[in-house]
């Protein structure tokens, strides 16, 4: 069993209740759960034509819509991060001495075909175990 879970969200995805049951199969009875959401700012490029504030807005309301996904699940702690997520997940895990991620797969591209390119760079660095969900 996994004492520390972190359950990677994307937001914009649907993978979450698979991913919540299976931190739930995994985690023993005094174990923990972490919903994280890592949210990546904009390019360069973008933040040069967007304001603080807009970008303060979309953080904040990130922030709500995590909250909200696990609103109804009181053993869950969201938790949001704020960076590139597969560096973000990996730092998080070794910082909280997680020992298990929970990281979903999808849409690849051609030099990352078999996993996304935020769950290869998860599998590659982190420092526990790591479960991919498809």
Do not use: W
Request: charged share 25%.
């Amino acid at each position: 069993m996994h004492k520390k879970i972190i359950v990677s969200l994307a937001l914009d995805h649907g993978i979450s209740a698979e991913a919540l049951a299976m931190a739930r199969h995994l985690k023993g009875d005094d174990g923990e759960i972490k919903a994280v959401h890592v949210y990546d700012r904009p390019n360069s490029t973008v933040n040069a034509y967007v304001s603080e504030e807009v970008m303060a807005r979309a953080a904040e309301a990130a922030r709500d819509k995590l909250a909200a996904r696990v609103a109804q699940t009181p053993d869950v702690e969201p938790v949001m991060l704020h960076g590139q997520p597969g560096r973000a997940l990996v730092d998080y895990a070794a910082k909280i001495g997680a020992d298990c991620i929970i990281v979903g797969s999808h849409k690849p591209g051609l030099s990352d075909y078999f996993l996304g390119s935020t769950a290869a760079r998860v599998v590659r660095h982190a420092p526990c175990s790591v479960y991919v969900i498809r």
